[in-house]
């Protein structure tokens, strides 16, 4: 299987903040924007694996700026690792001010996907090759991150955490 790269998986959705999606203070519900994030990364999963993907886990989201009503929101996701048959996305959100045009990162996550066979068997997904310096830490973080998931979730014991382990010592 050839190594694709993150730019290959690169998913963007740019849509507009309703009324019937705020909360009370006239921002974007969280859910709701949980929901654009796992719809942007299912595309970028399944773009890079060519399979039927399906979210197996958030591991991050940070809502650090509220979106307020009206805004334009773009959500920005791409496969930053994969694995044997799973693949790491991370996902930045960008908020468009309606007065100014300026753009604002406004919260970021990272989903992860597994590619699955058409009778839901998980399938092995091509390798990444990241190319920009972004795209080589996301890369370099992507194992701790699984790592940590994995021994938190109690799927792997603390003590084969190699990368974790490598943090402290």
């Known amino acids: 299987m050839i190594a694709k790269t993150p730019s290959e998986s690169r998913t963007i959705m740019t849509d507009m903040?309703?009324?019937?999606?705020?909360?009370?203070?006239?921002?974007?519900?969280?859910g709701e924007l949980l929901a654009r994030m796992d719809r942007a990364a299912s595309i970028a999963a399944r773009r890079h694996s060519r399979r039927i993907t399906v979210t197996a886990s958030v591991n991050h989201v940070a809502f650090n700026q509220a979106v307020p009503n009206g805004s334009v929101v773009t959500v920005d996701a791409r496969v930053s690792r994969a694995f044997?048959?799973?693949?790491?996305?991370?996902?930045?959100?960008?908020?468009e001010d309606r007065f100014t045009g300026s753009k604002s990162k406004a919260n970021d996550a990272i989903?992860?996907?597994?590619?699955?066979?058409?009778?839901?068997?998980p399938t092995v997904v091509p390798e990444i090759s990241p190319e920009t310096?972004?795209?080589?830490?996301?890369?370099?973080?992507?194992?701790?991150?699984?790592?940590?998931?994995?021994v938190l979730s109690g799927k792997m014991k603390?003590?084969?955490?190699?990368?974790?382990?490598?943090?402290?010592?």
């Not at 799973?86 to 908020?95: C, F, G, H, R």
């Not at 989903?111 to 068997?121: H, I």
């Not at 603390?158 to 010592?169: G, I, M, R, Y």
């Open 84 to 95: 044997r048959t799973s693949m790491e996305v991370y996902i930045d959100v960008w908020v």
């Open 133 to 150: 310096e972004l795209e080589k830490e996301r890369y370099e973080g992507a194992l701790r991150r699984k790592q940590l998931s994995l």
């Open 111 to 121: 989903y992860t996907f597994v590619a699955v066979d058409d009778s839901g068997k």
């Open 17 to 30: 903040v309703l009324p019937s999606e705020t909360n009370p203070l006239n921002n974007l519900f969280g």
């Open 158 to 169: 603390p003590d084969d955490a190699t990368e974790l382990k490598a943090l402290f010592s």
